[in-house]
């Protein structure tokens, strides 16, 4: 059966997940400091948006004005678009206080109230008519209250999924820890992409791994990946085989890569085929 599935248009993403994000999925971003989770973010919004669909960026690591620059720094220009109204920036960031706070149409002031943040979310979604969201970080909403991780994912989840969107929520782990942030996160989310960094013989080599992704075949190695002035590039067509003193890149299989590509083939054709039907109808469930 053929799911309807978001695109990312990040290069090589869409072929280890054999076609793109299934659509209304939460997908955990994870990874250590640097690896590039919020680039990831980032990108996945701005190829939307260059395509005709609205979306949201949560901020609650950065402010505004600097998230916007590290928009520029891609040469990715949001500004057109927000002046559009297509894309919106929520500061949960300054949580209201400063000036510049007071020029941001969408602002937080109190992230611990996670309702707070669902109102004026629900709201730039409403707004921009947004298919893609992107929280950055998810875990700053939870990080001194391990026991809300999850039932702050779960309401999340349910706004963000009721109103068509899909999101990507990054999650912050630490250098060397092996889970993705969390048990109550991890297994209330649709997917998880982990992103790494590790040394080898004074040299690192990124990567990423598809942990899981529910309803969606998913390639089952490690992918090289690079930073690029473009953004991300994954190396959907090779592995990286990490031991502790060496890392090798190996080519995947030629049947492998011949799926792959097909499954980005037919999630193309589909995704013209299908118009997206939705405006931003409420189908949340209270
Ligand atoms: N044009 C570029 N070319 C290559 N690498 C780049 C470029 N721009 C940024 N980077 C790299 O991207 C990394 C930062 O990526 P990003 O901010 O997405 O990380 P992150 O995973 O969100 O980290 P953190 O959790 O610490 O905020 C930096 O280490 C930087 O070196």
Redesign the pocket.
Known sequence: MTIPRVRSYIPGLDEVLYGGVPERSVVLIS?G????????GKQFLFNGLTRGEGAVFVTL?EHPVAVRRSFR??NWDVSKFEREGKFAIIDAFTTGIGSASQRERYVVKDIDNVHELIDVLRQAIKDTGARRITVD?VSTLYLTKPSIARSTVMLLKRVIAGLGTTAFF?S?VSVGERGFGGPGVEHAVDGIIR?DLDEVDGKLYRSLIVWKMRDTKISMVRHPMD???EGIVVHWDKYLKLTATSAETQPLSKEEVEEMRRAVEEAEKASKEVKPTRGVEEEEED
């Open positions: 990874g400091p640097g690896t590039g989770k919020s680039i990831l690591e720094h891609f970080s990054i912050q992103l930073i690029t002035d």
